[in-house]
Nanobody, 129 residues
Framework: QVQLVESGGGLVQAGGSLRLSCAAS???????????PAWYRQAPGKERELVAR???????NYADSVKGRFTISRDNAKKTAYLQMNSLKPEDTAVYYC????????????????????WGQGTLVTVSA
């Protein structure tokens, strides 16, 4: 079983910064790669929206509302994706979720496998005015 685990959320004042992390883990195996990781967010009463995405080739795209303030990155060796959030605004308050197009892993019992459509449990970011 594969999991994506987010961390780094919290309470911050407007203008502050946070760095979110998204790490992949396998219950009985080794993670080989996270393909095209992305960050989404969902504010109370609103639909989930794409915040940022990075491809395996390093191409990034961002929601217009976060361009110039947020940076998505990845560490292939650590099988982790990051979201650096600067100049935070109250409207950035939301639960932030990590996902990926697919996660390639080597399961101890079943060998090489690919998991798709996995989401983390979310991490809450609260920005106070």
């Amino acid at each position: 079983q594969v999991q994506l685990v987010e961390s780094g959320g919290g309470l911050v004042q407007a203008g502050g910064s946070l760095r979110l992390s998204c790490a992949a883990s396998a219950a009985s195996g080794v993670i080989l790669s996270i393909n095209n990781p992305a960050w989404y967010r969902q504010a109370p009463g609103k639909e989930r929206e794409l915040v940022a995405r990075i491809t395996s080739g390093g191409t990034t795209n961002y929601a217009d509302s976060v361009k110039g303030r947020f940076t998505i990155s990845r560490d292939n060796a650590k099988k982790t994706a990051y979201l650096q959030m600067n100049s935070l605004k109250p409207e950035d308050t939301a639960v932030y979720y990590c996902t990926a197009d697919s996660i390639l892993f080597n399961d101890q019992a079943m060998g090489l496998r690919e998991a798709v459509n996995h989401w983390g449990q979310g991490t809450l970011v609260t920005v106070s005015a």
